[in-house]
């Protein structure tokens, strides 16, 4: 799986992005998905998952209530709504599709978009 990731930018605090992250190949459904965050001299942090069938959506504390993470499984994009954003949501943001079977796990990482959040 090859995972790009777009719609990043530079906005000001209380605005609006949505990033995107389309995926290649034919089994994107079977791939639970997550946005990743890394703040410059920070670990990577989880921000927002969503299941294989987009039924169950998952999304760390500091976010919840601001954004929303959907998939298109018919377009093999998983995408992430920001609102009210924050100086401190400011990061490059990372799509990533995970998978497991009995064979092994299964991890694909995006190549990163930033975002830029001013006060």
């Known amino acids: 799986v090859q995972l790009q990731a777009s719609g990043g930018g530079s906005v000001q605090a209380g605005g609006s992005l949505r990033l995107s992250c389309a995926a290649s190949?034919?089994?994107?459904?079977?791939?639970?998905m997550g946005w990743f965050r890394q703040a410059p001299g920070k670990e990577r942090e989880f921000v927002a998952g969503?299941?294989?069938?987009?039924?169950?959506?998952y999304y760390t504390d500091s976010v919840k209530g601001r954004f929303a993470i959907s998939r298109d499984n018919a377009k093999n994009t998983v995408y992430l709504q920001m609102n009210s954003l924050k100086p401190e949501d400011t990061a490059v943001y990372y799509c990533?599709?995970?998978?497991?079977?009995?064979?092994?796990?299964?991890?694909?990482w995006g190549q990163g978009t930033q975002v830029t959040v001013s006060s």
């Open positions: 190949g034919r089994t994107f459904s079977i791939y639970a």
């Open positions: 969503i299941s294989g069938s987009g039924s169950n959506t």
């Open positions: 990533n599709a995970e998978y497991s079977d009995y064979l092994g796990d299964y991890d694909y």
